[in-house]
């Protein structure tokens, strides 16, 4: 999706960044600031202004456009900046769209599922190796019987969690999970979407940190170094860095 600004700023898109970015996003936090509690999920925050436009500023975009009752595409008029900024000078009809809405924004099952991933960090294994309340709980969900290796089942278990009808017992293994009905491979990964590492290994992607490192939620890990899994336990759910040459592939659950 594009944002349109009158010459002489151009159309902004996921992935650029500028002034202009800054301005929107400044935009985008005084309109954010009015937005009733009902039509905002509290995990939608303020903006950073950076300049960046990246999935965090698409997120409140997509929150603000509904709340306020805007049409998805903006036509290249200075209105589109001003619906934003300054709410007042909407028009009659995108007063009424606003006022119809009453249901808070549908917001992308990936996000969905990576909003539970972050919920869950700092769950650690207790008692043994891939053992807990938590752990086993999560284990459970997705049709396990006992302690068994969990980084699949974390990840089924957020994306159940999300709503999605994809997930099967067969995501426990991790080689499994491409071929599985409404999962498929991607080039260009979202947040929330899954990393299928070298190591037999799976997690969720948060963010690109660099050209060679990516950033990631995981379960069944430790807190440095590929993977663990000790006879004694000890591993839980992180936040990590991956350098890109483990990444295997990248999945995108489509439903």
Known sequence: MAVRYPDPHRTLRRGQNGHDARAFQAGLNERLAHIPTHLRPDFVKPLKIDGDFGDETMLVWRVVRHAIGLPKWLPPTQRAQMNVRRPETRSRTAKSRARLRRKPPRIPLNERAYQQAVKLIGVMEQGGNNAGVMVSKIIRANGGGGPEPWC?????YCYRLAGSKSVTRSWAAVALLR???????????????????TFDHVGMFSRRVSSTEIETV?????????????ST??????????SMGLVLDYLRVTR
């Open 233 to 242: 336990g000890g591993d839980g759910v992180y936040r990590k860095r991956r």
């Open 152 to 156: 699949g089942d974390f990840v089924a």
């Open 218 to 230: 995981e379960g069944n890990t430790g807190s440095s170094g590929a993977v663990s899994d000790s």
């Open 179 to 197: 071929g599985v009905a409404g999962v498929f491979g991607t080039g260009s990964p979202r947040r929330g979407d899954l990393v299928r590492f």
